[in-house]
Nanobody, 119 residues
Framework: QVQLVESGGGLVQPGGSLRLSCAAS????????MGWYRQVPGKQRELVAQ???????NYADSVKGRFTISRDNAEYTVHLQMSSLKPEDTAVYYC?????????????WGQGTQVTVSS
């Protein structure tokens, strides 16, 4: 089993910054990707940013140029630096780890952390 522990959410004013972190532990083998998704009530969970096992990053168009994802391989930790935050960034942010086990992709999720952008 894999555990994901998130930290760093909270309330911030428009234009402000927040940094989310996610630490993974447990039975980790071949990581396909680690990343962040977000969800607001009534909508599907959407990808915000991810970094693959090979280091390739991928961002939602809505956050390009404002958010940066990075990782610490030694500690299976991924960070999301969020800048120039907008009210529409308000959501519950979920950490995701996707790994390969016996040729199957398995996804693990954190418990979610609330990010609220409001004046």
């Amino acid at each position: 089993q894999v555990q994901l522990v998130e930290s760093g959410g909270g309330l911030v004013q428009p234009g402000g910054s927040l940094r989310l972190s996610c630490a993974a532990s447990g039975s980790i083998f071949t990581i396909l990707s680690m990343g962040w998704y977000r969800q607001v009530p009534g909508k599907q969970r959407e990808l915000v940013a991810q970094i693959t096992g090979g280091g390739t990053t991928n961002y939602a168009d809505s956050v390009k140029g404002r958010f940066t994802i990075s990782r610490d391989n030694a500690e299976y930790t991924v960070h999301l630096q969020m800048s120039s935050l907008k009210p529409e960034d308000t959501a519950v942010y979920y950490c995701n780890l996707a790994q390969l086990r016996i040729a199957l992709r398995i996804d693990y999720w954190g418990q979610g952390t609330q990010v609220t952008v409001s004046s």
